[in-house]
């Protein structure tokens, strides 16, 4: 792992020592941003110790920048990549926290970023997405953050009249919590039940409630998704 | 060893607070489970202690010490996540030591701690592989076993057995109870499970929105829940609940249902008879509503006739959903039990185990 301390996070200083460090060709892997609460250079020897195979590596203040390539076996295909990048959110979180106290936020992009200098700004416009739309969230990945991207190009109160128009008041706070279960449970009635400790025939019951009072049926994919961004944007 | 305290502890994010005014007690060597469904602010109290979330207002004690404002290095916690995550190209030995390396612990007292955590979670014979060749419940182990080394004073585990198995998790649950008798240290468990919650915990705290429901004894919440969330989080499958109305005949309080007309039990009279002509919530657990002829024959006032809509046997016993008047309930009657889908089929509600709430308030009325 090579590794630069940036006072001035630029291109300009980014170019110069990515050159200075005659950086071999990257393998694939995925761009990823560690933001810490706070800096501490044993920070530097967990991560260097969690990705061995790492092979880029820069701090700037409370960010760490780097090319994370995956364990062998994982492979490079992207399809393998995305599971193995998203683990990688929870157990760099967890292993900071767990070894120093850390509270760390971990974004990751995709392979296909080009260039080192692109990846970070990618990253730097997820942290931001990651602030407005996901706070509870350990981290975010680039593919996770979805919708975020398109809302975040909208005029703030557009975003505001759209859960309005759907949603309003209608819903009480258990109505909003049994639709908020069924959307993250992927639309799945028996896990939602489970998890929402109700019969499976409460839980139809409520839906069609939802239904009477929105005109939008949770159980139908077009309709289930006007009521996932609402619901998503009021609670942004 | 320590105990913790929390005094009106709050936590705001901007504006929106996630944790109001929690007072807590927990003691020395206690295993104390927090227990919710998502977004109820289980996790965000735990990080609080660890000292990852900062405070609102309000005050942490651990042991003597106020640590409101003392770093998470400083606080003697360790913890342990869902994810384990471990070292790839470290052994064993060295993931367990690695931490206490960082600590600048000498090499002799960690080598003697990494020993002693490794037999007393049975990963002697580990000691020299590296992750890879270990199974997901040896690897929650090894992240145990990394807890484990620093000795500290408390230990919070951040719902550690979800990324196992449901095999392994039951396994795992009992490994960790029984090394907690064998640390003899407090521990702070988050689940979301209430099956662990109730079968690893001294005390749980059930919480819901950012406030605390009820902090009890696994039995006392089971028996005596405080209100309807806790009454129908605690036990699986939950309990049942129907509105009734409540009337007085001959002295005699009677819950009034489209499909029912039943006594109050005897224990309960008094306090439901000032009620009569009101609206209250019945709770009934699945395993005391019965379909056996003698029962039945004992209080043949008891019985009703409801729709059988599933019959889901479990091998001991037959999980059998209801329709009692559109509204559902669920059962647990014995393998044996005659009871067949899609016909009506009479039962008995044993009256002397029914709960009561306040349809308005939620709470308990018994």
Same mark, same amino acid.
């Given at each position: 792992?090579?590794?630069?301390?940036?006072?001035?996070?630029?291109?300009?200083?980014?170019?110069?020592?990515?050159?200075?460090?005659?950086?071999?060709?990257?393998? +694939?892997?995925?761009?990823?941003?560690?933001?810490?609460?706070?800096?501490?250079?044993?920070?530097?020897?967990?991560?260097?110790?969690?990705?061995?195979?790492?092979?880029?590596?820069?701090?700037?203040?409370?960010?760490?920048?780097?090319?994370?390539? +995956?364990?062998?076996?994982?492979?490079?295909?992207?399809?393998?990549?995305? +599971?193995?990048?998203?683990?990688?959110?929870?157990?760099?979180?967890?292993?900071?926290?767990?070894?120093?106290?850390?509270?760390?936020?971990?974004?990751?992009?995709?392979?296909?970023?080009?260039?080192?200098?692109?990846?970070?700004?990618?990253?730097?416009?997820?942290?931001?997405?990651?602030?407005?739309?996901?706070?509870?969230?350990?981290?975010?990945?680039?593919?996770?953050?979805?919708?975020?991207?398109?809302?975040?190009?909208?005029?703030?109160?557009?975003?505001?009249?759209?859960?309005?128009?759907?949603?309003?008041?209608?819903?009480?706070?258990?109505?909003?919590?049994?639709?908020?279960?069924?959307?993250?449970?992927?639309?799945?009635?028996?896990?939602?039940?489970?998890?929402?400790?109700?019969?499976?025939?409460?839980?139809?019951?409520?839906?069609?409630?939802?239904?009477?009072?929105?005109?939008?049926?949770?159980?139908?994919?077009?309709?289930?998704?006007?009521?996932?961004?609402?619901?998503?944007?009021?609670?942004? | 060893?320590?105990?913790? @305290?929390?005094?009106?502890?709050?936590?705001?994010?901007?504006?929106?607070?996630?944790?109001?005014?929690?007072?807590?007690?927990?003691?020395?060597?206690?295993?104390?489970?927090?227990?919710?469904?998502?977004?109820?602010?289980?996790?965000?109290?735990?990080?609080?202690?660890?000292?990852?979330?900062?405070?609102?207002?309000?005050?942490?004690?651990?042991?003597?010490?106020?640590?409101?404002?003392?770093?998470?290095?400083?606080?003697?916690?360790?913890? @342990?996540?869902?994810?384990?995550?471990?070292?790839?190209?470290?052994?064993?030995?060295?993931?367990?030591?690695?931490?206490?390396?960082?600590?600048?612990?000498?090499?002799?007292?960690?080598?003697?701690?990494?020993?002693?955590?490794?037999?007393?979670?049975?990963?002697?014979?580990?000691?020299?592989?590296?992750?890879?060749?270990?199974?997901?419940?040896?690897?929650?182990?090894?992240?145990?076993?990394?807890?484990?080394?620093?000795?500290?004073?408390?230990?919070?585990?951040?719902?550690?057995?979800?990324?196992?198995?449901?095999?392994?998790?039951?396994?795992?649950?009992?490994?960790?109870?029984?090394?907690? %008798?064998?640390?003899?240290?407090?521990?702070?468990?988050?689940? %979301?499970?209430?099956?662990?919650?109730?079968?690893?915990?001294?005390?749980?705290?059930?919480?819901?929105?950012?406030?605390?429901?009820?902090?009890?004894?696994?039995?006392?919440?089971?028996?005596?829940?405080?209100?309807?969330?806790?009454?129908?989080?605690?036990?699986?499958?939950?309990?049942?609940?129907?509105? @009734?109305?409540?009337?007085?005949?001959?002295?005699?309080?009677?819950?009034? %249902?489209a499909e029912f007309?039943?006594?109050?039990?005897?224990?309960?009279?008094?306090?439901?008879?000032?009620?009569?002509?009101?609206?209250?919530?019945?709770?009934?657990?699945?395993?005391?509503i019965?379909d056996?002829?003698?029962?039945m024959?004992? %209080?043949?006032?008891?019985t009703l006739e409801a729709k059988v809509e599933v019959v889901?046997?479990?091998?001991?016993?037959?999980?059998v959903y209801l329709s009692v008047a559109d509204e559902n309930v669920?059962a647990?009657f014995?393998?044996?039990s005659q009871a067949k889908s899609l016909q009506n089929h009479r039962l008995a509600?044993?009256?002397?185990?029914?709960?009561?709430?306040?349809?308005?308030?939620?709470?308990?009325?018994?």
């Open positions: 792992m090579q590794r630069a301390f940036l006072e001035h996070w630029d291109e300009t200083a980014f170019t110069a020592h990515t050159r200075a460090l005659d950086l071999p060709n990257l393998s +694939p892997g995925a761009r990823v941003l560690v933001r810490c609460q706070t800096w501490q250079p044993d920070i530097s020897l967990i991560l260097r110790n969690f990705l061995p195979q790492t092979q880029v590596f820069w701090v700037n203040g409370q960010e760490i920048f780097l090319h994370a390539t +995956p364990e062998d076996g994982v492979g490079a295909t992207r399809k393998n990549l995305l +599971p193995w990048a998203e683990s990688l959110i929870s157990q760099i979180h967890s292993m900071l926290a767990d070894e120093l106290g850390v509270l760390s936020y971990v974004y990751v992009d995709t392979p296909r970023t080009q260039g080192l200098w692109s990846g970070y700004l990618s990253l730097g416009r997820l942290a931001a997405l990651h602030r407005r739309f996901f706070p509870g969230e350990a981290g975010l990945a680039l593919w996770q953050a979805g919708f975020a991207q398109l809302f975040d190009s909208l005029a703030p109160e557009r975003m505001e009249h759209y859960p309005q128009n759907v949603l309003g008041d209608k819903l009480s706070p258990e109505l909003r919590e049994t639709l908020q279960t069924y959307f993250r449970t992927g639309l799945s009635l028996t896990e939602s039940a489970r998890l929402l400790y109700i019969h499976r025939n409460t839980l139809i019951y409520r839906l069609d409630r939802i239904t009477e009072l929105t005109g939008y049926n949770p159980r139908e994919f077009k309709q289930a998704i006007t009521l996932f961004l609402a619901l998503w944007l009021q609670g942004t | 060893m320590a105990g913790l @305290v929390f005094k009106g502890v709050t936590k705001k994010y901007d504006q929106n607070e996630v944790v109001h005014d929690f007072n807590l007690e927990i003691k020395d060597k206690e295993f104390m489970v927090f227990v919710g469904p998502s977004g109820c602010g289980k996790t965000t109290t735990l990080r609080m202690i660890a000292g990852l979330e900062e405070i609102t207002s309000g005050e942490l004690f651990i042991g003597e010490r106020l640590v409101n404002d003392v770093p998470p290095k400083n606080r003697d916690i360790a913890m @342990v996540f869902q994810s384990y995550a471990l070292y790839p190209h470290m052994t064993v030995y060295g993931n367990m030591a690695f931490g206490l390396k960082l600590r600048k612990t000498p090499k002799a007292e960690i080598d003697r701690r990494v020993r002693e955590a490794a037999r007393i979670l049975d990963i002697e014979h580990l000691l020299d592989r590296k992750p890879k060749a270990l199974s997901g419940g040896q690897r929650q182990r090894v992240a145990l076993g990394r807890a484990i080394v620093r000795e500290p004073q408390v230990f919070l585990m951040d719902e550690p057995l979800s990324n196992l198995d449901a095999k392994l998790r039951v396994q795992m649950r009992a490994e960790i109870s029984k090394l907690r %008798h064998r640390l003899q240290t407090t521990v702070v468990y988050v689940t %979301h499970d209430q099956t662990e919650a109730m079968t690893m915990g001294d005390r749980i705290v059930v919480m819901k929105d950012g406030f605390i429901q009820q902090v009890d004894s696994p039995m006392n919440l089971y028996n005596h829940p405080k209100n309807i969330f806790v009454a129908g989080f605690i036990g699986s499958p939950s309990m049942n609940f129907l509105k @009734v109305n409540v009337t007085l005949e001959d002295g005699i309080p009677y819950l009034n %249902h007309h039943l006594p109050v039990g005897e224990a309960h009279r008094q306090t439901l008879a000032p009620l009569s002509g009101k609206e209250v919530m019945l709770g009934i657990r699945p395993e005391f019965n056996d002829a003698a029962f024959a004992a %209080h043949p006032d008891w889901e046997p479990m091998g001991a016993e037959n999980y669920v647990r014995e393998a044996a509600f044993d009256m002397n185990a029914i709960h009561y709430f306040d349809i308005e308030t939620q709470a308990a009325l018994l």
